[in-house]
């Protein structure tokens, strides 16, 4: 469909979901541990829904021992890591009533360790599922991309400073925010992120620095500056009226200039609205990264 879209000439966009689906494949890969212990969890799993018996014995472990509702767990599918996730929340969901399972069976046991590990990359990888949702909602905009990313990165960089993130975690997860430094680093240099971002009346331009600011500005200000010549050449060209009453164009071309001063006076008054915005943040040490 790519390429479809390139021989036809016609503007595309990446799927901002599958590079992110890269990003969170990366992570999961990236620590030899971590990939164990997530191997150990698919065997878990494998057990329970290969055998009838053990599932019944599990439910009853949750529903007479400890007064819960009866929950299967459930099996990952390789092609969607989305499944990784649902899988260990599972697991951490009915970590008892495992424990009491394994404590009478031959399955693979999980120590304290690491369910504190498994713990620690379920909180890695839930914004992962939630800005997922969000790209994959039918109403979503390309305006949302680039504060979702700003927003992830924000969100992995809080856990790597908190206490309990140690060594391994804090190079997965700076290993993790390279990749998305990498796949989506560039955004605010595609007119479309940049644009639709700066349109949306939600973001405006909280998460660009003064030079993305600039060049998004002046790129808007020669779209309509386009789109005014454009019609004002349609109108001359479509009009039956004699030579010499064509020469509106001037006049054309001086509501054009005075659009283009409204817009700019416009913008900024948008941009000092913002930077007040922002001046507060900062007093209260909200300070968002820009590109």
């Known amino acids: 469909m790519v390429r479809a879209m390139r021989l036809a000439d016609i503007p595309d966009i990446t799927c901002n979901v599958h590079q992110l689906q890269i990003c969170v494949r990366h992570m999961l890969d990236y620590d030899e541990d971590v990939k164990s212990l997530i191997g150990k969890c698919k065997k878990i799993c494998t057990h329970f829904n290969h055998s009838q018996i053990a599932q019944s014995e599990l439910h009853k472990i949750q529903s ?12 990952e599918c390789n092609t969607r890591w989305s499944s990784t996730f649902y ?9 008892d009533s495992l424990c009491l399972y394994a404590s009478k069976h031959n399955i693979p ?9 498994l713990k620690k990359l379920i909180t890695l990888l839930h914004p992962f599922e939630e800005i997922t949702r969000e790209m994959s909602g039918s109403s979503t905009s390309i305006s949302s991309v680039i504060p979702l990313i700003h927003t992830l990165k924000h969100t992995l960089q809080i856990e790597n400073n908190k206490p309990d993130t140690n060594e391994k975690f804090k190079d997965l997860i700076k ?17 479309f992120y940049s644009i639709a971002t700066y349109l949306d009346p939600r973001y405006k331009t909280k998460f ?16 309509l500056g386009d789109v005014g010549e454009s019609s004002d050449t349609n109108e001359a060209e479509g009009t039956s009226s004699p030579v010499a009453k064509r020469a509106r164009l001037p006049e054309g071309n001086e509501a054009t200039t005075s659009t283009r001063d409204n817009i700019t006076s416009i913008l900024s008054d948008i941009l000092m609205s913002s930077d007040e915005d922002d001046d507060h943040a900062s007093a209260n040490g909200n300070v968002v990264d820009k590109f």
């Open 64 to 75: 007479e021992q400890l007064n819960q509702q009866p929950l299967c767990l459930l099996q």
């Open 87 to 95: 899988m260990i929340e599972r697991m951490i969901q009915i970590q």
């Open 109 to 117: 046991q999980i120590s304290p360790q690491e369910w504190q590990q």
């Open 175 to 191: 290993s993790t925010i390279d990749q998305l430094n990498s796949r989506f680093g560039e955004l605010h240099l595609n007119n």
């Open 208 to 223: 660009f620095n003064e030079v993305t600011k600039e060049n998004v500005e002046s790129e808007i200000i020669t779209m």
